[in-house]
């Protein structure tokens, strides 16, 4: 992605001349056509993995339909797909096909809506919206949406075993990345930390603890278990892992740019959330001007991971890049 702006852009193209202003539209060109190419690949697969998911959730029995129903309104809500997203890309990085891994990466999708569910609750961030959309519990009733988060989380390894073609020793390799990571050393114990944090005073170190679990870890986890599916050596595994964890960060921190600056219609969601509930954000800790430069910094890092790679972790930087210019 071009990291130059317009103006600049139209700066520089207006004081080369010759052989090197040609060469510099040349170069816009390619970037442009980078960049559609990304968001074309993006869109075919968040398309392919809402099919998918919806696929495995028909194929699913339960003994409630009220139940399946609020599960699906949930799951079929929309949004990124940034977890299945992640870990395609990191096969495709691997050298292997991203989409052959799509069952996985409904599980990670599954998982990531149960704990959207649950953390809009009365108990945890008491939220009204989600995605535009009234949540879960407005909808269905609180026990109900306890349950459906209950149901997803617990569905997500029955889908993780109904993935095809991969040995089955690696496939228990994976179902220990993402249950390490929804859980206690992850997802969850991200949540806990969040939960005790409100209204007190924390440091930098303890808010990118809490992120680190509660937004990180299945970013990770996603990337991780993507590289393992295709039998990535351990160089791989290394620098995709390194990649998720500068991923992760620069995306909490748009979150709570975002947060300050962004647009409600936009995001779906009420901003000046967290400054209400005194939730310690990026912002809040620092500076606004602070969070876009350790945003900016992670996104370098998450790059510079992918050093080693060629054309193949494309997807991967454009993904990355496109964090700090999001505007939801």
């Known amino acids: 992605m071009n990291s130059q702006s317009g103006v600049e852009s139209d700066f520089f193209l207006h004081f080369v001349s010759g052989r090197g202003k040609r060469r510099a539209r040349r170069i816009a060109a390619i970037n442009l056509e980078v960049t559609a190419l990304f968001k074309d690949l993006w ?3 968040v398309q392919l993995v809402e099919a998918d998911l919806l696929k495995e959730l028909r194929r699913t029995q339960s003994l409630d339909e009220n139940l399946m129903r609020a599960m699906e309104y949930s799951l079929m809500a929309g949004g990124k797909r940034l977890r299945p997203i992640l870990l395609m890309a990191a096969a495709d990085a691997s050298g292997s096909t991203g989409e052959k891994f799509i069952t996985v990466a409904d599980a990670l999708e599954l998982i990531h809506t149960y ?3 649950h953390d809009d609750l009365p108990a945890m961030d008491d939220d009204d919206y989600r995605r535009g959309k009234l949540t879960n519990h407005k909808v269905f009733g609180e026990a109900t949406a306890i349950l459906a988060g209950d149901a997803l989380l617990t569905l997500a390894f029955e889908v993780v075993l109904r993935q095809a073609d991969v040995p089955p020793e690696t496939l228990l390799r ?5 249950s390490t990571a929804a859980g206690a050393a992850g997802m969850v114990g991200g949540q806990a930390v969040d939960l005790r944090s409100e209204g007190v005073q924390i440091d930098l170190a303890t808010l990118k603890l809490m992120h680190t679990g509660k937004t990180g870890a299945l970013f990770k986890a996603a990337c991780r278990s993507g590289a ?5 050596d351990d160089n791989t595994l290394r620098d995709l892992t390194r990649y998720a964890e500068a991923f992760g960060l620069a995306f909490q921190i748009t979150d709570d740019i975002l947060d300050v ?5 936009i995001l779906g969601k009420p901003t000046g959330s967290d400054a209400k509930k005194h939730k310690a954000t990026y912002v809040s800790l620092t500076t606004l001007a602070e969070a876009k430069r350790l945003a900016q910094a992670a996104v370098d890092d998450a790059l510079d991971a992918l050093s080693n790679f060629d054309s193949e972790a494309d997807f991967l930087r454009e993904l990355v890049q496109y964090l700090t210019a999001r505007e939801k």
Not at 174 to 178: G, Q
Not at 228 to 232: E, P
């Open 43 to 45: 869109k075919r697969r």
């Open 115 to 117: 704990s959207l569910i």
């Open 174 to 178: 994976v179902v220990k990345e993402i």
């Open 228 to 232: 393992i599916l295709a039998q990535a």
């Open 261 to 265: 600056t962004g647009d409600a219609q």
